[in-house]
Nanobody, 119 residues
Framework: VQLQASGGGLVQPGGSLRLSCAAS????????MRWYRQAPGKQRELVAF???????NYHDSVKGRFTISRDNAKNTVYLQMNSLSREDTAVYYC??????????????WGQGTQVTVSS
């Protein structure tokens, strides 16, 4: 299973970006889809996740500003990021786990997309 992330870029403080991550391959079902980020010199941290049923959870630092959603028909997860600050600058990675068939599971990472918040 391959995950292709897109949507990163340069944005001014207070601006918005929308990240997308599409899963492809022989997928039976996707369970949880997640967004992580890693800032320079820092450990990778979980930003948000969404379950197959649509339940969501967020890192405290992004609550009220970021929204995670998914389109199960397209095997795609999104991260709408509003009110961006310089502290949100990082490489953002998507992650997903699920089933390839009734017996085999998968866990995959996307390649990362750079988000830079700067004036």
């Amino acid at each position: 299973v391959q995950l292709q992330a897109s949507g990163g870029g340069l944005v001014q403080p207070g601006g918005s970006l929308r990240l997308s991550c599409a899963a492809s391959g022989s997928i039976f079902s996707i369970n949880v889809m997640r967004w992580y980020r890693q800032a320079p010199g820092k450990q990778r941290e979980l930003v948000a996740f969404i379950t197959s049923g649509g339940s969501t959870n967020y890192h405290d630092s992004v609550k009220g500003r970021f929204t995670i959603s998914r389109d199960n028909a397209k095997n795609t997860v999104y991260l709408q990021m509003n009110s961006l600050s310089r502290e949100d600058t990082a490489v953002y990675y998507c992650n997903a786990d699920g089933l390839l068939d009734a017996w085999r599971t998968f866990g995959s990472w996307g390649q990362g997309t750079q988000v830079t918040v700067s004036s």
